[in-house]
């Protein structure tokens, strides 16, 4: 007995549940762990510096799990893009076979590893994108909803209706990310027509996590209001922990008369985010989470959490089965 999706068949994985890509935190020890636990772990190709050192990550995993992982690789606006060819050849090279891509003009890309039959899970923010996905030949679809830590897009549609427009609209597999943490989503998101979920924030408070403790004694003592979404006025919304910077962040975008980007820049560094899971001050820079820190309420190793997860999605759908009986129509 166990889950049979298309996604545990596709992937060769025991649980339909996949840790997403996060920069600063898909290391090696996490990917692994996941990976051996039942799930399927993931690298973030750029947390690497180069591609040369993804490749190092790479074998570092394979070392530590012989059960399947893959590899994210996002691709995001910026005025000296990384040469992501470079780090989906290394990909490639290694042998992996399953990656999740997201972000802007993601075609060359996907291409690039379609080449190799590689399976690819593509993250969308919206039906729109995920229809252009689909197009671009991806095998799943990650449906990110406006719960999400991060990029949350600019529609602000939560995943209840996301994922069910999902089910009548797209004609490719898919998962459902944002705003999971527990066996409970994972049965809904199956009965709402998903193969699987997507947990980020939720492995973040784990114990193999290579983030400070105290980064996960915040997530364990916030509650679903502790995220604010910065950059909507640039078209770049990004939801993060309501943390002191986060704060001044927002000031400076709400109140700047110039609404020059530049003003913001300082606030947001992505430098001072990785000082914080490195030296555990909360308040130092901004950091992303979703609103599923609401429902995390421990700091469990990878293993027990996915048990965990298991337990409750069966015991989940076993409920809900129950509430219905068939009884003979009435003969009046």
């Known amino acids: 007995m166990g889950f049979d999706t298309a996604l545990t068949k596709a992937l ?31 690298l973030t190709a750029l947390t690497q510096p180069t591609p040369e050192d993804l490749r190092k990550e790479i ?55 379609k080449a190799v039959n590689t399976i690819i899970l593509h993250k969308c923010t919206t ?16 449906i990110d909803g406006f719960e999400c830590a991060g990029h949350v897009g600019e529609h602000d549609i939560g995943n209840l209706i996301l994922l069910n427009r999902a089910r009548q609209d797209l004609g490719v597999p898919f998962i459902a990310s944002g705003g999971f943490a527990d066996g409970y989503g994972l049965a809904a998101a199956l009965a709402l027509g998903a193969e699987g979920i997507n947990m980020g924030t939720r492995f973040m408070c784990t114990i193999e996590a290579p983030i400070h403790a105290k980064v996960k004694q915040a997530i364990v003592d916030a509650d679903e209001a502790d995220t604010a979404l910065v950059m909507r006025r640039w078209k770049n919304t990004t939801r993060l922990f309501a943390n002191e910077v986060t704060k001044q962040a927002l000031k400076v975008e709400r109140e700047s008369t110039s609404g020059e980007f530049a003003e913001m820049a300082p606030f947001v560094s992505g430098k001072r985010g990785r000082e914080v899971f490195l030296n555990g001050d909360i308040d130092f820079g901004v950091w992303t989470a979703g609103q599923v820190i609401g429902v995390i309420h421990d700091v469990p190793t990878c293993g027990e959490l996915l048990s965990r997860i298991e337990r409750e999605a069966v015991g989940a759908m076993d409920r809900s089965k129950a509430l219905y009986t068939a009884t003979p129509q009435s003969k009046l």
Request: include cysteine; charge should be positive; aromatic fraction near 6%.
């Open 59 to 113: 074998r570092k995993c394979r070392s530590m799990t012989k059960n399947p992982f893959g590899v994210n690789l996002t691709l995001l606006p910026s005025l000296v893009p990384p040469d992501y060819a470079a780090y989906a050849q290394v990909i490639i090279d290694e042998g992996i076979r399953i990656v999740e891509t997201a972000g802007n003009n993601p075609g060359p890309v996907i291409k690039q590893l």
């Open 12 to 42: 060769g994985i025991r649980l339909p549940v996949v840790q997403g890509g996060m920069q600063w935190v898909g290391y090696a020890e996490l990917a692994a762990a996941v990976s051996n636990a039942g799930g399927l772990g993931i």
């Open 127 to 142: 039906i729109r994108h995920a229809k252009s996905a689909v197009k671009l030949g991806v095998d799943f679809l990650s």
